[in-house]
């Protein structure tokens, strides 16, 4: 004894109107100004501390040094065997130095 149902229409009510914050107006100012393909997690960041402050990323067992100017990549350091960590600037911008899950630590001239 099957009984016959109806469908129920759902009511619909007029929505909210959106309220934009003065903090989500203060971030929807800023826009992309470059996107890098890293071939693995970024592990740290950091930039020189001498003009034109490049930019120093370690993601997988590269790093790379993107050009504090153009915002374009600079050059790749991809000597690691192993996953690479924390490319630190010498305080003078001209070496930097990053470790390796291999225990070992290298230094590179970026002049």
């Given amino acids: 004894m099957a009984q016959e ?19 989500a107006r203060y971030w929807a100012r800023y826009q992309l100004r470059e996107d890098f393909e890293l071939p ?6 950091e ?6 402050y490049d930019l120093a990323i370690v ?6 040094i993107v050009d504090g100017k153009t915002n374009k990549v600079n050059r790749v350091i ?15 911008g001209r070496l930097l130095c990053a470790g390796s899950a291999d225990g070992g630590l290298q ?3 970026v002049q």
Avoid: I, W
């Fill in 40 to 45: 693995g997690s970024v592990s740290h960041v």
């Fill in 107 to 109: 230094v590179f001239d």
């Fill in 59 to 64: 993601a997988g067992a590269r790093v790379t």
């Fill in 5 to 23: 149902f109806l469908p129920v229409v759902p009511k619909r009510h007029p929505g909210l109107p959106l309220r934009t914050t003065n903090e």
């Fill in 78 to 92: 991809g000597s690691f065997k192993d996953v690479a960590y924390s490319g630190s600037f010498k305080h003078d």
């Fill in 47 to 52: 930039f020189s501390p001498t003009a034109p």
